[in-house]
């Protein structure tokens, strides 16, 4: 998301802090730029007006052109914007209710509303370790209940078994109740959507909400259709007592202009947003970590949040005692691309960290893309056990033979080979250098709080 964006920005700022001093021309030429860059993203006019104007009264004062720099100070003062019309501090889930808590999902038919009930449901349980119950309200859309019990079934969510003819408000009830008997903390209702708003949907979602009372109603729209998203959540707020939008398929989304436009025009904030199929793919928003990315400061604070769910702690350890001991084969490198590929691969881990934008664009340029982690590792799979435990095994005919059985180049099986070269080599001379040698021998000066 936002990655047309975030390089148009990162152009447009790379110029401007070059230039060292600016006269108020300078900021007002920059801003005509970042106004095109946010129309071009789908942002709302109304609030690409509003956001321009805040940020040149603030960017054009004596303090910020006669200061050191001036340039830094002006990205300061539009990325503390971008922070505010995406909600200011981020908001989280409010659950702090008596149990069960209902959830209730509100939305368009398409919007990936069902998934996203088991994303949440799975969500609640592993952070906040809470039970979830979900029940599926859409009565209309064919196998749509039966849709949600199998995705309760792969995720291990308990669903609400289905009564044929039953009617949403008895649903709702019959769910709330249930989850009260069997000591759920939370239920997440999942209503119906139609393909466009009417009357006879809005009518139902007001009907599900009195019975419930939810402590969240949430919005669940597609960012992939833009400015009708916004439209769809302006229509939705103007009946529903909306607690916040969950914005789906932001993975798909370059430009970004809903999540941009959606706080301004409903006033909700945008809560999580999916980022993929999967069920763990789902996270909440962070405005300032998203402002962070946008202007390529990064992310380090998601990186290592997305580190510690995903590295095992138990391998992690097995691996440093390995390194200790100068064991590190091909079957630890294969470890290795499987725990980057489940941070997001190369491109995900990247798009986190600060100042990168410009190797971003030379990896592209050079074709190194997220598939390379998969051919890596079907390389190392096709190997035998014996030849990742020892690589002087493997002869040119072996290289043929790998190559062959992973669908890939020879050229390709000699680069893989010459990194576990370099990075064998590169743990050596740590394990000799030991904790403080290596950290004299480091090319600048250490964080303060590291071992010297």
Known sequence: MFQSLS????????????????????????????????????????????????????????????????????????????????????????????PPVPVLLVGLQGSGK???????????????????????????RPAAQAQLAALGTSAGIA?????????????????????????????????????????????????????????????????????????????????????????TRVDGDGRGGAALSMRSVTGCPIKLIGVGEKIDAIEPLHPDRIANRMLGMGDVVSLVEKAAETIEQEEAEKLAAKLEKGGFDLDDMAAQLR??????????????????????????EARVDGRILGRQEAIIGSMTRAERKN???????????????????????????KQYQEMTSMMKKMRKLGKKGFMRNLPFDAPQGWPR
Do not use: W
């Open 7 to 98: 390089d148009r920005l990162g152009a447009i700022f790379d110029r401007l802090t070059r230039r060292g001093a600016l006269s108020e021309g300078d900021v007002e030429a920059a801003l005509r730029e970042v106004r095109i860059a946010l129309l071009e993203a789908d942002v709302a006019l109304p609030v690409v007006k509003d956001f321009v104007a805040k940020v040149k009264e603030r960017a054009v004062g004596h303090d910020v052109l006669r200061s050191v720099t001036p340039g830094q100070m002006v990205i300061k003062i539009v990325h503390d914007h971008l922070v505010e019309i995406l909600g200011g501090p981020g908001a989280a889930l409010d659950l702090a209710a008596t």
């Open 114 to 140: 069902t998934t996203t009930a088991a994303k949440i449901a799975r969500l609640i349980e592993t952070r906040e370790k809470k039970r979830v119950m979900m029940a599926s309200l859409d009565v209309y």
């Open 159 to 247: 669903t609400l078994p289905v009564v044929e003819g039953e009617r949403p408000a008895a649903i709702t009830r019959r769910a709330l109740d249930a989850a009260r008997r069997e000591g759920f903390d939370v239920v997440i209702l999942d209503t119906a959507g139609r393909l466009g708003i009417d009357q006879a949907m809005m009518d139902e979602a007001a009907e599900i909400a009195v019975i419930a009372n939810p402590r969240e109603t949430l919005l669940v729209v597609d960012a992939l259709t833009g400015q009708d998203a916004v439209n769809v959540a302006a229509a939705f707020k103007g009946r529903l007592a909306l607690s916040g939008i969950v914005l």
């Open 339 to 364: 725990q980057l590929k489940k941070m997001g691969g190369v491109e995900g881990v990247m798009g986190m960290l600060p100042g990168i934008a410009k190797v971003k664009r030379q990896l592209a």
């Open 391 to 417: 690589v002087n095994l493997l002869n040119a005919s072996r290289r043929r033979r790998i190559a062959a059985g992973s669908g890939t180049t020879v050229a390709d099986v000699n680069r893989l080979l």
